[in-house]
């Protein structure tokens, strides 16, 4: 079967129209805040009150959502199981829903220093400090993760450096 063409403005998009709260996490995120990497999906998450999901689930039907490792599980069921990542193909390419980050307490841990960033054609998306998506990489532990962390670490040193607004 071929691989949806990704096309992360249409995900953002469905997402938006349902009035999903979100932020984007994971290595598109750490794109836009200025890292070197590639990526072909889009890595969520969110608040899990009854009201999101179900504008989540909307989103989900939106996209022709499938579910990419082929379980039947709808997706309350694997948030109350614990699920770490509940991933979904797209007819806009990956869509992956990460209940609960590596090394944060989730959404509303990472909301606190969120910035929405426009993207173009009408999208704006809110995505985590350059700080918080570096704990997130450091907390997965994994080898081919040190590279990624030690850009994200350079970047937030040059964030910092060149400040925050006008200095009086």
Sequence with gaps: M??????????????NRQKVTYLLIGALARVIQGADELTHGVDITL????ENLRRLELALAGLNARPRDHRRTGLQERL???DQVIPYQTDRGELKV???????????DLRRRMSREYLGHGIRVAIPSIDDLSRM????GRDQDIERLLAMRRLAELERSLGHGLEL
């Design 47 to 50: 608040p899990l009150g009854e």
């Design 137 to 140: 990489v450091g907390a997965m």
């Design 98 to 108: 990460v209940p609960l980050p590596a090394g944060t307490q989730g959404y509303d």
């Design 2 to 15: 071929a691989e949806e063409e990704f096309d992360p403005l249409g995900i953002f998009a469905e997402l």
């Design 80 to 82: 109350e199981r614990g």
